[in-house]
């Protein structure tokens, strides 16, 4: 069974920069043909998908959000992070990894909420 | 790049049939077959609903079924259920190997 689990601080302060871990069981991020994303939802929001890393190591991200985003992978602890910089307010939001095939995420996590405040 | 647009709520009565739009360009919903469809509960992640267009995930209920004419892919939900008010999302392939999500739709079943 596939499953993903975010983690990471609920709380950060503007301007800090955030790391969550998305930890994978009953796969591996270095499998031939994963790929892995990270979405985010605001509070009463809508979705917005961020980045992707696949298992060769091939990234694309978010034209709006590429300047402060980085993803990874550590395949030795099955993880793929995710980091943005210089958190605002506005980024206040659950965010959730998914497991991506065919441009649709089949295995979502639990989502870990992040709240930015000072 | 602007999100995909959907209509901010629909609903229907128990039984009846509903289908929510979701309209983009010819550089997303038009130029790929890869559009896919997610029910969200509230305070729980998305759930697949349909892939690349018209494919459902096994164990998703044959009441959901997608199309696409044109820029616009939609989502119709037949035999609504208690069960089915929850929120919509529609997602596609767009440039630059991207995914783009629609604001959402608030469906309520009366």
């Known amino acids: 069974q596939v499953t993903l689990k975010e983690s990471g601080p609920a709380l950060v302060k503007p301007t800090q920069t955030l790391t969550l871990t998305c930890t994978l069981s009953?796969?591996?991020?270095?499998?031939?043909?994963?790929?892995a994303s990270w979405i985010r939802q605001p509070p009463g929001k809508a979705l917005e998908w961020l980045a992707r890393?696949?298992?060769?190591?091939?990234?694309v991200y978010s034209t709006s959000l590429r300047s402060r985003l980085t993803i990874s992978k550590d395949t030795s602890k099955n993880q793929v992070v995710l980091t943005m910089t210089n958190m605002d307010p506005g980024d206040t939001a659950t965010y959730y990894c998914a497991r991506e095939r065919s441009g649709s995420m089949d295995v979502w996590g639990q989502g870990t909420t992040v709240t930015v405040s000072s | 790049q602007s999100a995909l647009t959907q209509p901010a709520s629909v609903s229907g009565s128990p039984g009846q049939s509903i289908t929510i739009s979701c309209t983009g360009t010819s550089s997303d919903v038009g130029s790929y077959n890869l559009v896919s469809w997610y029910q969200q509960h509230p305070d729980k992640a998305p759930k697949l609903l349909i892939y690349e267009g018209i494919k459902r995930p096994s164990g998703v209920s044959d009441r959901f079924s997608g199309s696409k004419s044109g820029n616009t892919a939609s989502l119709t939900i037949s035999g609504l259920q208690a069960e089915d008010d929850a929120d919509y999302y529609c997602?596609?392939?767009?440039?630059?190997?991207?995914?783009?999500f629609g604001g959402g739709t608030k469906l309520t079943v009366l």
């Open positions: 009953g796969l591996s991020p270095s499998t031939v043909g994963m790929r």
């Open positions: 890393i696949d298992w060769d190591d091939d990234k």
């Open positions: 997602c596609s392939y767009a440039g630059g190997r991207t995914l783009i």
